[in-house]
């Protein structure tokens, strides 16, 4: 038996716990930091299968690190395992997660007849925590010679646009007043809240059109007869690349300033974790995990223009400037349903999706052992340099 029908024999032998683990993952949500649920069921799963775990990693609770096999080429395959506030799964992080315990499975059972070390790295807090980054800064991702995962998405993408991104929470203080005796005497925090917004939809009109900015309102006020002195928000911005990031992030502070600038608020304004990157997506290791999708029944979608309307953010982006990477989108068939809906929630449990998990684990499994059996590719991606292009 090859190294690639060996993989696939594992893989398939624990078909019945990987759609199991996905689904109890999915039946309860847990939030960016708090996975101790999901950590665990992963961590205990890793340990049946013969890993060495380690917990805890980069002083993040529910971050991990487990490895089997002692080749010279190391694989980082990550785990993502949160939730989004109110909607549950409607990312499909419970088919990532199980997807990634599948591809370990797979690359461990012939690691060392293709010289392989498979690490799972499980990153806690995807969804604005930026897990990634702090254990990229915390030393994680060290000795690693690439990194991969696979994510749900309507249809199957090798390497969708991913644009760096940066969260800020902003904060007015004002003044209270009684709103119908002595308006005159407070000063309204949401009153320049409102002259952002306003500023910030008309900024809208001169951006790039590869640049995004979105945000919620946390906190609006107390009671409608005193005057707030007291509003909050989240708002992200998002560009094409790091480079560009700054310059949006500027423009938008300044329609902050505006709000504090024209109500006499004071306004307060944070990073809430390090920006995220775009992503750098390595195209030897894309094209292999292409050819190993089709070879098990994925067909890619051509969208043309329609590519770039579908941008994220990850802080995948950031590990994949840090050594070669990959992060395929793996289709679930939910259309119309897309990302952070509720109904794609619902198309993560089901049995298109529980196929698309097996079909990505074995493409991800096969992608490792391409990566450690094409000789051209394993020199390039162990130079010191890292080997990225």
Known sequence: MDAKAG???????????????????????????????ASAWLTDALTDFGFTVETGVGDLPTAFIARRGDGPLHVAICAEYDALPGIGHACGHNVIAASALGAAVGAAAVADDVGLTVSVIGTPAEEGGGGKIFLLERGAFDGQHLAMMAHPAPYDIIDPVIIAAVTMDVRYTGKESHAAAAPELGINAADALTVAQTAIGLLRQHIRASDRVHGIITRGGDA???????????????????????????RVLRCFEAGALATGATLEVANVHPPYAHMVHDRALAAAYRANAEAVGRKFSDLGAERARFAAS?????????????????????????????????????????????????ALAWTAIDGATDAALRDRLMRPTGGRR
Not at 10 to 28: F, G, K, T, Y
Not at 335 to 352: D, G, I, K
């Open 7 to 37: 993989a696939r024999t594992a893989i398939e032998r624990v078909e019945d716990r990987l759609i199991n683990l996905s689904h109890r993952i999915h039946a309860e949500p847990e939030l960016g930091f708090e996975e101790l649920r």
């Open 224 to 250: 409608p007869n005193i005057v707030p002195a007291h509003t909050e928000a989240r708002y992200m911005a998002r560009a094409e690349t790091l480079e560009s990031l700054g310059d949006i992030q500027t």
């Open 314 to 362: 990850t802080d995948m982006g950031n590990v994949s400037l840090a050594l070669p990477a990959i992060h395929p989108m793996v289709g679930i068939g939910s259309l119309p349903a897309v990302n952070h809906q509720p109904e794609f929630a619902a198309h993560c449990v089901t049995s298109e999706a529980d196929r698309a998990l097996m079909d990505s684990a074995i």
